[in-house]
């Protein structure tokens, strides 16, 4: 048996100059089962190979196809579904990853034949294990499959984090030259928890593992760090500073092995507005970036994102690791009942906080949240090659279309020229793209 992986990406205006390229790492974890059973198979994502899926499909002609990727490429996962079965009717075709997760039922298509919707080593391990057979498939947990014609959907089952494996990094490793976080590089990303205890009414992470909360220890999480080949760790939890005591027992661990990296990770502002010492001792053992959702600049935008913190702890983190040396990159969100003077005081802010790094997010209710359901009737945008919080998928509130666009994109103009950290990056990239470097398209 033959296994091809594919993370499948759809562009976006920033693809040009790609500030983020990362290892599959969903498809690593797959291929430590793989290698437990001694099966053949092969990674393939483009954005760090360059080829087409043709190719590589054509080269490698797969028994089994496994397809994942986020919301915006649903419509290229199911295109290389019809791909696959057009040129080879007896390729299984299982699809999986965050999107299916929640949302299975935008893959009930014809030509694919698995869904993996929960636990997925455990679904694909299961599906190994009956060879894809449909008869037994009604047994495994976690999955949805096709049976003459109809979706059968069973039951979900919650992930067992002491259970999950390391990764194998052998793609990582061939192909770490070309990941980046912005101006780091080669950088591996590493998960130490499923899901977030939080209850923002936007959040699909949350949604994640039928919404429950569950870490790894800190043991495993420190062994798998020791051995990645890279100066980068991005610990990409939905927010890795949470527990106070979690992160002391990292902080310990790492300082005893003496494992000497550079790590970027997540955060909540009322961690770092209340955990100053922890801050310190952070960015002592090699944490140089901080990505935290500030979301908005005022205490009632907050409210209405059920985001339990505060635009004072927004202040109090910026100066926190200003005062430690740690970049802070702020996340932020533009209210569909923006008006220009909002999008003004958002700019205002960032400016008077001096903020080098941020984005800015156009709100779009994503399907699955509780707040999709309050939305649902007034979408305008479904494609999900749109979903990406670049474009507008409901009508703005209170200003036109294009006030709207104009008044976002001025925010990133203005960034271009106000931050250093972006313009080295910016310009550094297009430097490379005209020398032919890399494999921009
Ligand atoms: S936005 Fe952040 S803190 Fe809120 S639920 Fe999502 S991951 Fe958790």
Known sequence: MKVLLVKCHKKTIFSKIEPIITEPLEL???ATILNKDRINYRIYDQLLEGKSFHEVFHEYLPDVLILTGYITAVE??????RYA??????????????????????????????????DGLNGLQQLLNINFDLEQAVMIKGIAFKKKDQWQVNEKRVTNTAEIPLPDRSYFNKYKHRTKYMNYSPLAIVKTALSCPYQCNFCYCKMLNQGIYSTRSIEA?????????APYVWIVDDSFLLDRNRILQFIGMVKLKEVKKKYIVYSRVDFVANNEDLIEKLASIGVIEVIVGMEAVEDCQLENFNKNASAYENIRTVEILKKHNITLTALFIAGINFTSSDFRNMRRWIKEMALESYTVSIFTPIKGTSQYKDYEEKIQVK???????????LKPEKISKLRFYMEFYYIYVEQFFRSK???????????????GGGHLE
């Not at 290229?76 to 579904?81: G, L, Q, T």
């Not at 950290?421 to 020398?435: D, Q, T």
């Open 28 to 30: 690593e974890y797959l």
């Open 76 to 81: 290229v996962i199911i295109a290389h579904s």
């Open 85 to 118: 079965k057009d040129k080879n009717p007896k390729v299984k075709v299982v699809v999986g990853g965050v999107h299916a997760e929640v949302n299975y039922q935008d893959f009930f298509a014809d030509t694919i034949d698995f869904i993996v919707h929960s």
């Open 221 to 229: 999480v420190v062994e798998e760090i020791e051995k990645i080949d």
């Open 383 to 393: 494609d999900y090659h749109k979903i990406d919080f670049l474009h507008l998928t």
């Open 421 to 435: 950290y972006i313009r080295r990056f910016v310009l550094k990239n297009i430097k490379e793209m005209f020398k």
